[in-house]
């Protein structure tokens, strides 16, 4: 009886040991092939729970998550022959596993040399293509786009795609940044002069015009003021006029007064004979009697 049992929990056994081989889950953060006798059986297993035929197939597992490559930094030359050194990094992951393995044996570190390698070619190449003011100061995104998709096109045979590519820096030897510098300062410089030219023309212009509107305003200034001066003289005249013509005699009269206190002022002496229509008044008021 003990013997009979013994065989039954060993039964119970082996076949829970052999549904537990022949049983696999997947998850959903994974990429999975299944091997035959070190063949690919099958790839791409959907999330959730599979069969194998167990001691005949094998599972490999694969992280199936973006993964991250900090590149090496390296120089690079551009355009105009001058070199400058790079640091970049590169997001991935495995598109297709069957790939994957078939060409990088799984090994996770030859995928990243032969990334690492298939982006340094990208980048020597589009820095060949531009130069370093193109390069640093907005050209960035569109050289990354085209190094993404010419990397992409390498890659695909390897099963990896490229999520992106990121540039950290862009340093200059020391050497090359000199010239740079001196050569953006030089631009600037120009731009500036440039800049106070355009400024000295346009103040010249406004100087100019204020100019031309102060004489043209001094002109109708000084046109009314002799309009009026011209109106306020033949008022004045017209005035002398009516008042001379109302009393005749009294009007010379009045006049010749003031001709005397004018000419007989102060302490000289003057000693005529009082004749003549300027001194008739004198006769007529018999001053001198």
Not at 22 to 30: G, H, K, S
Not at 122 to 141: M, P
Not at 171 to 179: A, C, G, K, Q
Not at 229 to 252: C, H, K, M, V
């Amino acid at each position: 009886m003990s013997s009979r049992f013994t065989a039954i929990i060993f039964i119970v056994v082996l076949a829970l040991i052999t549904l537990s081989s022949a049983i696999f889950f997947v998850d959903e953060r994974e990429r999975v092939i299944l091997l035959r006798l070190g063949q690919i059986e099958k790839a791409d297993f959907e999330p959730g729970i599979h069969f194998k035929i167990p001691f005949v197939n094998e599972v490999r597992r694969f992280d199936g998550r973006i993964l991250s490559l900090d590149a090496t930094p390296a120089r690079y030359l551009t355009g105009e022959k001058k070199n400058v050194i790079v640091d970049s990094f590169i997001l991935w992951r495995v598109a297709n596993v069957a790939d994957y393995f078939t060409s990088m044996g799984g090994d996770e570190e030859s995928a990243k040399l032969r990334l690492s390698q298939i982006i340094k070619d990208g980048l020597r190449a589009e820095f060949g293509r531009r130069t370093i003011q193109e390069v640093v100061s907005g050209e960035r995104s569109v050289m990354v786009s085209g190094l993404m998709d010419e990397a992409n096109r390498i890659a695909n045979e390897f099963g990896i795609e490229v999520v992106n590519v990121r540039i950290k820096r862009i340093d200059l030897p020391t050497e090359v940044s000199s010239s740079v510098y001196t050569r953006m300062e030089a631009e600037r410089e120009r731009v500036a002069k440039d800049l106070r030219s355009r400024g000295a023309e346009e103040a010249e212009k406004i100087r100019s015009d204020a100019d031309r509107q102060r004489t043209v305003i001094l002109a109708e200034a000084n046109r009314q003021s002799e309009m009026l001066r011209g109106e306020g003289d033949a008022l004045a005249t017209q005035i002398y006029a009516d008042a001379y013509g109302q009393n005749e005699s009294f009007y010379s009269f009045y006049r010749r007064l003031g001709a005397y206190q004018h000419i007989f002022q102060g302490d000289d002496l003057l000693v005529i004979e009082p004749k003549g229509d300027f001194f008739s008044s004198f006769s007529d008021l018999n001053i001198l009697d």
